[in-house]
């Protein structure tokens, strides 16, 4: 107990961390937006998806396979060897993460003519080093990891975002009078001198952990089949975290070359790809940060179960955490489908001209759906990889993406669709891959998923939140626009957090793998509230 106790206090940290994140990075994609407008956005935007895929090839499954290699070191009273994991780990990090920048930057000029915006090569090439970095800084985030010590982890996070943020809005300022694609590559030489500043924090932080603890005398044991080990672990998870970047370089590659090829000019193109990429998929990723967290702390439990060969146990944790994806990503999905198009004007009315809010409106409406299917891939992720399948969901959104390549080659072609198109076809990839998971989760558990607390409780719950929402909107010509939106928020989230309880939507053990279930308990009790 004290173990899982400990991962979920953890996954809470990185939770907090990653919620802090996507606020700072959310509102200052809106500044931002709104000094080198959504054409220019386009430019910051378009180097991401060939970045965030070469980072993952990179270094995604390192980062969990230092994490429990070191744990396993730790739990034996071998100090020295994890340090020798840390170090054996950070010379492939540093050779893998060098070849990904110096790939990226050959590269910057190939691939923007191959999206249909040649202008955008530069940032491309400002953006490459920032590979290198993270991948070294990835090696100390698996070693505290592996310490069950998530603060550092954390704090990192918050200074990448803060830096980018103050870095970046400064000399994208500075660059800006040089035009528009300068603009974007100043913003990109904050996030790439941020990635800098927090490998420096990281690598202080592994320091001050050294004079703290000293290490034993003697010299470490030697490490049995280390790189076999290693790479055993991080190919799978390697796999399974390259999809999502796939997806954004299907959405990159597609988007601006469909929306040409149908008479849109190239500025009007970038527009409404930054409206999806910037102002829509970041509100949409807000709920996901929640529903990530609840992965990690399915995946020990679930590999608990499976090592006790606790099978009640198994169908009981995979029980919660379908349970939690739904209650979290139904009332995400009804929050953002009823509030869309004032979400978008609440947060970028200052950037966006009132068309673009209009189609953000719209995209935002279409995605909301998407939250719930997204909830459900996350969290039935962790639940497979617990349950020793890490493939598995890799096959599942590998037939998501093969659907969205081809809806998005059909649907954004369609004049009266354009760019919804991407959406509903990242929606129809989310789809695919939740139904195939569940599929999978309940054929390999035995978990039955009764109609009255996955179904009927939350949807009750939900319509109850809607309710409260769309009595909160009828008071806009008292309240104004922004007021009106801003309470409707609050009294919905406030009401969904009431009405779940109350309805039974969720047990002691439910709250348990929420970050900060605990005070959540304790709180429901003060308010004598029983689950």
Known sequence: MSEKRSFVKGAAILSLAGLLGKFIGMFYKIWLMHLITPEGYAFYQSPYALYNFLLVISSAGLPTAISKMVSEQVAAGRRQNARLVLQKARRI??????????????????????????AAAPGFVALAPAIF???????????????????????????????????????????????LVWGAVGAILGVTISEALALLYMFFCSLRQGRRVP????????????YRRLFAIAIPVTIGASMMPIVSMVDTALVINQLSSIGYAIEQARSLYSVFTGAVTSIVNMPAVVTLSISMALVPAMTAGVASGDAAGLRRTASTGIKLAFLLGSAAAVGMGLL???????????????????????????MSVAVLFLSIVQSTTGMLQG???????VYTLLAGIVAKI????????????NILGAAISTLCCYAIA?????????????????????????????????????GVKLLEPRLGQTLTTIAAVGMGVISYCVLAPLLGCLTQQDLSFLPGGRRLQALLTKLHIRL
């Open 434 to 470: 939740a139904v195939g998971n569940l599929f999978l989760v309940i054929r390999l558990t035995g978990v039955r998923i009764g109609f009255s607390r996955f179904v009927l409780r939350p949807a009750l719950a939900a319509g109850g939140m809607a309710l409260v929402v769309v």
């Open 340 to 366: 869309s198009e004032e979400i978008i004007h609440l947060l970028f009315q200052s950037s966006l001209s009132q068309f673009e809010q209009q189609v953000g409106g719209q995209l935002l409406a279409i």
């Open 406 to 417: 081809v809806l998005n080659a059909l649907l954004i072609r369609i004049p009266s669709l």
């Open 215 to 226: 290490e034993p005398v003697g010299e470490p044991t030697k490490l049995d089949h280390f």
């Open 387 to 393: 349950l020793g399948k890490p493939i598995y969901p």
């Open 93 to 118: 990090l540093f050779f893998t993460g060098l070849c990904a920048s110096v790939l990226m930057a050959a590269l910057a000029q190939p691939v923007a003519n191959a999206i249909g915006d040649p």
């Open 133 to 179: 970095f993270v991948c070294l800084m990835s090696a100390y985030r698996g070693y505290f990891q592996g310490h069950q010590n998530m603060t550092p982890t954390a704090v990192s996070q918050v200074v990448e975002q803060l830096g980018k943020v103050t870095l970046g809005f400064a000399l994208a300022l500075l660059l800006q009078p040089y035009g």
